[in-house]
Every structure is written in structure tokens, then in C-alpha cells.
């Protein structure tokens, strides 16, 4: 049992030392390119309170444009743009339109 044990302290031991001995050094460090764009303090934009939605609602691809699909009754998140009665929302297709009339953004 004691040979057992020092061989494999023995062969932990090594694989250690090997693992330390090839690491090369680091030289410069180098920053990792990012894709996306970086948020400014600037550029945050408080959106409007969620709607609620009480019916099923058609969304649009644009204002006064082809139904793409439709949403049962739930919360909905509008990214703020308004054009006439239309209100962009975001759905899991992307932004799309929904028509309010009458509808007044909520900021409480």
C-alpha cells in the first residue's frame, strides 16, 4: 500500500511540475475584441411602463402594415417609438407594432 501511495504522489508531483514548467510567460496583454456595441451613460433611455394587453392583439412589422402575427393577453414592453396610434413593443420576433388608439406612455 505505501508503494502505492508514492507512486502516485510521485505522479501527481510531475504532472504538476510539467504543467508549471511549459506555461509561457505572458508578455503583453492583450484586450479582447467585442462585436457589440459598449453603452454610453448617454445612450440609456428610460422606456415607458409595460401595457397590458386584455384581448388578443395583432402585431405588424410596421405601422399600418401586414399582420405578421398575434399576442394573447399579457404584459408587453414598448420600446417608446410612437407613430400616430401605433406603439412599438418588443416581442421575441424583435420590435414589432402594435395599434392603440388613444394610448399615453406611463413613466411612474
Request: proline residues 9%.
Amino acid at each position: 500500500m505505501k508503494k502505492l501511495a508514492t507512486l502516485s504522489a510521485a505522479v501527481i508531483l510531475s504532472a504538476a511540475f510539467a504543467t508549471g514548467a511549459s506555461a509561457a510567460p505572458v508578455e503583453d496583454v492583450v484586450a479582447p475584441e467585442v462585436e457589440e456595441p459598449i453603452v454610453e451613460a448617454e445612450d440609456v433611455v428610460i422606456a415607458p411602463n409595460p401595457i397590458e394587453l386584455l384581448e388578443i392583439t395583432y402585431i405588424y412589422g410596421a405601422p399600418q402594415g401586414d399582420a405578421i402575427s398575434a399576442l394573447a393577453p399579457q404584459m408587453v414592453h414598448p420600446t417608446g417609438s410612437i407613430v400616430g396610434d401605433w406603439v412599438e413593443i418588443y416581442t421575441w420576433l424583435g420590435t414589432t407594432w402594435i395599434y392603440l388608439p388613444g394610448y399615453v406612455p406611463s413613466y411612474l
